[in-house]
């Protein structure tokens, strides 16, 4: 299992060379060290208006270069912080740096870019995501319409145990986005249960769409519930300047994915932030 997942990568979960409970633990020591010591980071993706060029946001990627099995998937980081006990360490070190990007876009001029962040259905289900979050916004005096939280629907956990605190976050001017649409089992109810204000539609409905009849139906689809519905919809997995032609077309307002802009450090934005500023 651990070949399949590719070079350089390792499963927190694999348990062909040692028990899972020692794997658990090692991931969970490992884990506490890499928040203290820099070698966990997040990284931020460039959100874009529908022409491509103009930055409307950015989303919070969290990143894990370990010591010897170099970069830890995401769902992996997630996973190694529920079994050592340290999501809510992990909710907390994020949303420092994702405060921490809002300070700066306000600093540069670029209020309007607002960033997002990825919580879990677990995570929200678990932690007081909306007290945290709110009261980390007011601490540093940071609205809290320039945070978005992407969040997934998983349908086992039942809505019921998120949908408050998403409310509480969605009435004090959180944005809330239901993250990879398309694919899960989001049922048209669920985005106005969850205080849905934006749609990002899951790449495996983007790539590639240039190209495929079938997926420029369900995207279409998607684009007219949006505007049905008054929510923003986001393409994500834009990979080619043929997709976001058709994207285009199709009249998709936000744009994201590898074509425009990869996940990259914040040393690596300041350019393109003060590029942003420039045309502000
Ligand atoms: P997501 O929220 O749907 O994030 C988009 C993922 O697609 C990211 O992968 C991003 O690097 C990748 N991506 C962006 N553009 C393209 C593209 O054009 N082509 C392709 N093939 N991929 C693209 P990443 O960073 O590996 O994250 C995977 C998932 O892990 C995320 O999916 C999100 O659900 C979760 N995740 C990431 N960071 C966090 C976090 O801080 N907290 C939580 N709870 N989940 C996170
Ligand atoms: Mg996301
Ligand atoms: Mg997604
Ligand atoms: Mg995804």
Redesign the pocket.
């Known amino acids: 299992a651990a070949k399949s997942a590719g070079r350089n990568r390792y499963r927190v979960f694999d348990a062909d060379l040692r028990s899972q409970r020692e794997m658990r633990r090692d991931s969970g020591r490992d884990l506490s060290k890499a928040l203290a010591d820099g070698a966990l980071s997040?990284w931020f993706?460039p959100i874009f208006n529908r022409d491509g060029s103009t930055i409307a946001g950015l989303?919070?990627?969290?990143r894990w270069r370990h010591p010897q099995h170099g970069w830890i998937?995401?769902?992996d980081i997630?996973a190694a912080a529920a079994n050592a006990g340290l999501t809510e360490s992990l909710l907390r070190f994020?949303l420092e740096r994702v405060c921490g990007m809002m300070a700066l876009l306000r600093e540069l001029g670029l209020p309007h870019v607002r960033v997002a962040?990825?919580?879990?259905p677990r995570?929200m289900a678990q932690l007081p995501v909306d007290a945290i979050a709110l009261k980390r916004l007011e601490a540093m005096a940071l609205p809290p319409s320039g945070l978005e939280i992407?969040i997934?629907e998983e349908t086992a956990l039942g809505i019921e145990v998120i949908q408050d605190k998403l409310v509480r976050l969605a009435e004090a001017g959180v944005r809330v986005a239901l993250?990879?649409f398309g694919v899960g089992y989001a049922s048209l109810a669920s985005l106005r249960q969850l205080h849905a204000g934006r749609i990002?539609i899951d790449?495996s409905l983007v790539?590639g769409l240039s190209g495929s009849r079938d997926k420029s139906v369900m995207v279409q689809a998607v684009l007219n519930l949006g505007v049905s519905l008054g929510l923003e919809v986001v393409a994500?997995?834009?990979?080619t300047a043929d997709d976001l032609g058709a994207l285009q077309e199709l009249g998709c307002p936000f744009v994201?994915?590898?074509?425009l802009g990869r996940?990259m450090p914040l040393s690596d934005l300041t350019s393109l932030l003060s590029v942003a500023r420039a045309a502000a």
């Not at 989303?59 to 969290?62: D, F, H, P, Q, R």
């Not at 962040?117 to 879990?120: G, H, Q, Y």
């Not at 994500?236 to 990979?239: H, I």
């Open positions: 997040v993706q989303e919070a990627l969290v998937p995401p769902g997630i994020i962040m990825n919580v879990s995570e992407e997934t993250d990879d990002k790449r790539t994500e997995g834009v990979e994201q994915g590898y074509h996940p």
